[in-house]
């Protein structure tokens, strides 16, 4: 793969997505709800891609490529756990679309604090979020360096992959908030998900089918295809692994506020049924290009560059493999302006909104987009440091958004929760991911996230239980969302 061919993919991917972000700037965009949600009338088919791509990035092409490489089928297994996982949204979705359309939400961490009336709730959950989605960010940013690099033997550095990421993204953002980013996302999803697949049956094809693809693989590596194999998929690693990944959908605040902006619950739906089958293509294409690398590239020093590697090799057509080089870069840069959206849309309504007394909705607009350069260049100095496997740094990240997952839950299911309960659950939580992560401590051989997420559950329940609800607001919330799902069904 030439670089010339790389850059002038990449110039024509550039040209096109800024054509159709322009074109998505429909309407004015001066409040917080028409810049960070759409005005929430995104319909399912744009909602259902751009789901997808902020979901599926350079973690799903390149680190989950990269862990079947080391791993094999065990992380098939972690992906399809992470599916299951996402049927959470089809129980939470209608109940967080509900509370935003009732109540004006703009961010989950907004919704949290109204609910357990505290704004000092919101403030600390939009804080954490913060902390633990930075580094997430520099993961899809690395992934786009290693991906560059890999492909053109070096000839674009590393760094130059990341600048180019970070700087696509702050534009997406800037153009017209998240009806630019989700426009963009759609073309992006779509093209990758036609181009990738299109790679797995050439491969299949040139390695003698499936019959021939996975006898070779019985054949030379066949402990990849039991669990836990050569021994990276031990029990405790592959649950350290899926728990984050399963509660991802209700973790992440960057996914879950887009349960905000579908037009209807049939939107929604929609939404929700079309993540599900992108999903479970993309999670084979990747697995399957990992064994590909494993049988073919044995020796790679690195394993997150499986795919770059696969890419620029023989079996795949020079002018495909830079068409899917491309798509790649294009979903990392889909979660990246994402992320930096939903960061600064919590800077500006949860910390800024409620420290500053008496905020218009505009001066908070005008923080957020303040603040989108200075997250995205936070998110560059983190991907500066060249971490290596990024399907498992992304979990780590994943481990320390766990911790706000029983204050959910108890949002719409438990009467009783406080905002004390939430305040200690999340703070300890996150101290405690963060030491054992810092450490590298895995007591018992559990990792930071089950500590987090037993932790945080454990004090939630008790220091709610210890401490007076906001009985008012909490049957007034509970009884509309209980009453309005009647009606829906």
């Known amino acids: 793969m030439t670089t010339t061919y ?95 359309k009732k109540y004006g939400y703009v961010t989950p961490s907004e919704m949290l604090g109204d609910r357990y ?25 690395s992934g786009v360096g290693y991906l560059l690099q890999g492909v053109t033997d070096d000839a674009i550095p590393f760094t130059t992959g990341v600048v180019i990421a970070t700087v696509l993204a702050i534009v997406y953002s800037y153009i017209a908030g998240i009806r630019s980013v989700a426009w963009t996302d759609a073309l992006q999803a779509l093209f990758m998900v036609i181009t990738s697949t299109t790679v ?22 066949s402990e990849l295809l039991t669990v836990p194999g050569n021994g990276y998929f031990s029990f405790t690693t592959f649950l350290g692994l899926t728990i984050p990944w399963f509660f991802f959908s209700l973790s992440n605040p960057q996914v879950s506020q887009r349960l905000f902006m579908p037009a209807s619950l049939k939107s929604l739906r929609t939404m929700l049924m079309g993540f599900l089958g992108f999903g479970l293509i993309y999670t084979l294409v990747s697995v399957i290009w990992g064994f590909t690398a494993s049988l073919q590239f044995p020796d790679l020093s690195n394993a997150d560059l ?42 500006a309504r949860d910390v800024y909104g409620n420290v500053k007394k008496n905020t218009s909705d505009q001066m908070q607009l005008r923080i957020g987009k303040l603040v989108i350069p200075v997250i995205a260049v936070l998110a560059f100095l983190f991907a500066q440091l060249e971490l290596n496997l990024i399907a ?11 911790v706000v997952v029983p204050s959910i839950i108890g949002t719409f299911f438990w009467s009783k929760g406080t905002a004390s309960g939430v305040l200690t659950s999340v703070i300890t939580g996150s101290f405690l991911v963060i030491m054992l992560e810092v450490s590298q401590t895995t007591p018992f051989g559990l990792t930071s996230g089950i500590w987090g997420l037993l932790t945080s559950s ?24 209980k009453k309005e799902l009647k009606k829906n069904t």
């Not at 009336?117 to 989605?133: D, E, G, M, P, T």
């Not at 023989?314 to 930096?340: F, N, Q």
């Open 200 to 221: 797995v049956l050439i491969i299949i094809n040139r390695l003698g089918g499936l019959d021939g693809f996975f006898h070779t693989l019985e054949t030379e590596r």
């Open 392 to 402: 498992v740094l992304s979990v780590s990240s994943s481990a320390g958004l766990l």
């Open 117 to 141: 009336q505290s704004k000092l709730v919101a403030i600390v959950v939009s804080l954490s979020s913060c902390l633990f989605l930075i580094p997430y960010s520099a993961v899809q940013l």
């Open 306 to 347: 499986a795919t770059p590697t696969l890419l620029s090799s023989d079996l795949v057509p020079p002018v495909l493999g830079v068409i899917v080089m491309v798509g790649i870069m294009a979903a990392a840069i889909s979660t990246i302006d994402s992320i930096l959206l939903t960061l600064s849309s919590l800077f």
């Open 6 to 100: 790389v850059w002038s993919a990449i110039v024509i991917y550039i040209i096109l997505a800024l054509f159709i972000a322009v074109l998505s700037r429909r309407g004015k965009q001066t409040t917080m709800d028409s810049y960070f949600l759409g005005n929430r009338k995104l319909n399912g088919f744009v909602s259902a891609l751009s789901y997808s791509a902020t979901t599926y990035s350079a973690f799903m092409l390149v680190g989950l490529a990269g862990l079947t490489y080391n791993g094999g089928v065990g992380a098939l297994g972690f992906e399809l756990i992470y599916l299951i996982g996402v049927s959470l949204v089809a129980f939470f979705g209608p109940r967080f679309w509900l509370a935003g």
């Open 458 to 481: 454990f004090l939630f329940i008790t220091v709610s239980l210890l401490t007076k609800a906001p009985e008012k607001k909490a049957n007034e919330f509970l009884g509309y969302i």
